[in-house]
């Protein structure tokens, strides 16, 4: 049986960039909304986080959960986050296990 999986895919995007729009710079808030009622609904909401255009479920997992994480931000580094865009694509199972993790893969 063929398992596929939908995965989110970054590439360097070319366009205006935003000053200081970079990983750990989500972090302070990122803490704020989930330590009020707003919560990742409130953050998706947030201005600097909807003006990227980001799918929900990497808004949720690549910002409002880890960008106050260090090990993280260490991995990924600080990329601007206005120059990346994500295509959701649906690619087997064999070929996720392939595909490399815990580094940026971009040059941006």
């Not at 972090?27 to 704020?32: K, L, N």
């Not at 986080?49 to 931000?73: I, R």
Request: aromatic content about 10%; proline content about 5%.
């Amino acid at each position: 049986m063929l398992r596929r999986a939908a995965v989110a895919l970054l590439r360097e995007s070319p366009g205006p960039t935003m000053s200081d729009v970079n990983l750990a710079g989500f972090g302070d808030v990122a803490v704020s909304f989930r330590e009020n009622s707003m919560r990742f609904e409130g953050f998706r909401q947030n201005a600097l986080v909807s003006s990227l255009g980001w799918p929900d479920d990497v808004v949720e997992q690549f910002l409002y959960d880890h960008a106050d994480n260090n090990a993280f931000l260490r991995d990924y580094g600080d990329p601007d986050l206005s120059k990346i865009e994500w295509d959701v694509e649906v690619i087997s199972v064999e070929e996720l296990i392939e595909i490399p993790m815990g580094r940026l893969m971009v040059n941006v």
